[in-house]
């Protein structure tokens, strides 16, 4: 059943899923302890939002160079380099003695994440056969992420006001660890390919380029405004390389992306929607956490505890998304929880000023926390459906690209709106309607999510590889490494 006979699924699966929880943990535990850290380090104000967005450009930026690293260069290796390197770094950070230091420590996290997020997916699917077996193990990989990202805002909370900034960094060390301690007990480091191809370092540049410029242009917005010379100007720049990047991969003989995987309906649809639920989601986080701080005055501690009924909503929506796509195919699960999704933000923009946690948090956490993981747990399984093996660490790349992309565009572009709705105001009525006017349309992007899963993925689930071109060296290859 599995192709190596020292490999034990279960590690494999215990390893790929603590790593992606340490990843999604990343990405939302510092968000909660940045002004502990202003007042550390001394931060001033236009520089503290680098703390965040320095991760996600290195990150977002590397994601597709490291999903393809991983298929050359073997994904047990790239995983091990990956976590090591995110786990010196986030020493590192939780050493850091000034700005500085800690804004490098992030981009080497950033980096980290880039080789290990896409070569965690990529083990799971070459490990377990496509179907049922695939389906139940990215559950497992989907239910951990998304428990990951809500649990960071719980643990931010409690670290910050209990033990201090510097421990938002450093419990990724224990996490690391223990992923890498996984890896002598079943996962094999795969065999040598008999004839390597070469990295396509020309699609590598123009797509960490083209990616990091768009992540960077989006994400300044909220200091520089969409209106900025500056702003408009590095969007341009990010055209002009991603559209190079699409013109050198459609010639590339062994490119960086194949552009023949967006051809499968079930890739091109999965990466749009996740593109859709990751902006969705991450401004669920963000605006909630902001209306229970800001206009319901709960303290940080507080804040991270609210989350945990979100953490376990989302847990209990990828089991259920999970049992559902192993007898049926993702879609069934998709558009239900797209639409819950929604209606759950939809209640969320009801918020009031004169709420309260019971009243304007717990029922609609709940809701969009269910749709968000019958959302999140099957579309793995769907980006990744039909891919060879050998190209595992590409579908791989490309679907963590599109989720970490649609994370960083749709907040900066819907906190740009809200903050535009609030004005100057600074009076928890304003700042209450901003939060509102946000969440109602996030509810209208996973609406649109679910639109996407109608109109594009397919009724029926493919059950042969996607066709790829070869030539006799790659006939050859059937030991890429694992």
Request: positive net charge; proline residues 5%.
């Amino acid at each position: 059943m599995y192709k190596n006979s020292r490999e034990r699924p279960s590690v494999v699966l215990a390893a790929a899923a603590v790593a992606q929880f340490v990843v999604a943990l990343d990405m939302s535990v510092v968000n909660v302890a940045l002004p502990a850290i202003r007042t550390a380090l001394g931060f001033a104000p236009l520089d503290l939002s680098w703390v965040v967005h320095v991760y996600a450009l290195t990150f977002g930026g590397f994601l597709l160079l490291g999903g393809r690293a991983c298929d050359l260069y073997g994904r047990r290796r790239m995983f091990v380099l990956g976590l090591t390197v995110f786990g010196l770094c986030s020493l590192a950070g939780g050493l850091a003695q000034t700005p500085w230091q800690l804004i490098a420590a992030r981009a080497g996290q950033g980096l980290g994440a880039a080789a290990a997020a896409p070569a965690a997916l990529a083990m799971l699917t070459t490990t377990f056969t496509e179907g049922p077996q695939r389906v139940r193990a990215l559950g497992v990989w989907s239910a951990v992420n998304a428990a990951g990202g809500a649990l960071g805002v719980l643990a931010g909370g409690l670290l910050t006001e209990y033990a201090g900034w510097r421990w938002v960094m450093l419990i990724n060390l224990p996490i690391v660890m223990a992923a890498l301690a996984l890896i002598p007990a079943g996962v094999p480091a795969g065999t040598a390919p008999a004839q390597r191809e070469r990295l396509d370092a020309l699609g590598a540049v123009l797509a960490t380029g083209g990616v990091g410029l768009l992540v960077l242009g989006v994400v300044r917005t909220d200091t520089l405004g969409w209106d900025s010379p500056v702003t408009w100007a590095t969007l341009a720049a990010a055209a002009v390389l991603l559209t190079a990047f699409v013109f050198a991969e459609s010639r590339a003989d062994a490119p960086l992306l194949r552009l023949g995987l967006l051809r499968s309906r079930w890739v091109a649809g999965a990466n749009v929607l996740v593109f859709l639920a990751a902006a969705g989601q991450f401004t669920a986080f963000y605006f909630v956490s902001l209306y229970m701080q800001q206009v319901l005055g709960m303290g940080a501690a507080a804040t991270g505890t609210a989350f945990l009924p979100f953490s376990l909503g989302l847990v209990a929506g990828t089991i259920v998304a999970t049992r559902i796509t192993a007898a049926r195919t993702p879609r069934v699960s998709l558009v239900p929880g797209a639409l819950l999704a929604a209606a759950g933000l939809a209640w969320f923009a009801l918020i009031s000023p004169d709420g309260s946690f019971l009243t304007d948090v717990l029922g609609p956490s709940l809701v969009t926390s269910v749709g968000a993981g019958l959302v999140l747990a099957p579309v793995a399984a769907a980006a990744t459906t039909g891919v060879a093996a050998r190209e595992a660490g590409m579908a791989s790349g490309l679907m963590n690209s599109s989720r970490q992309l649609g994370g960083s565009i749709g907040l900066a572009a819907l906190a740009t709106i809200a903050a535009h709705h609030t004005g100057t105001a600074t009076d928890p009525a304003a700042l209450n309607d901003g939060y509102a006017l946000g969440l109602a349309i996030a509810a209208a992007v996973f609406v649109l999510a679910a639109v996407v899963a109608i109109g594009v993925l397919p009724r029926r689930r493919a059950v042969t590889p996607l066709p790829r071109p070869t030539t006799p060296a790659e006939n050859q290859m059937e030991g890429t490494p694992s």
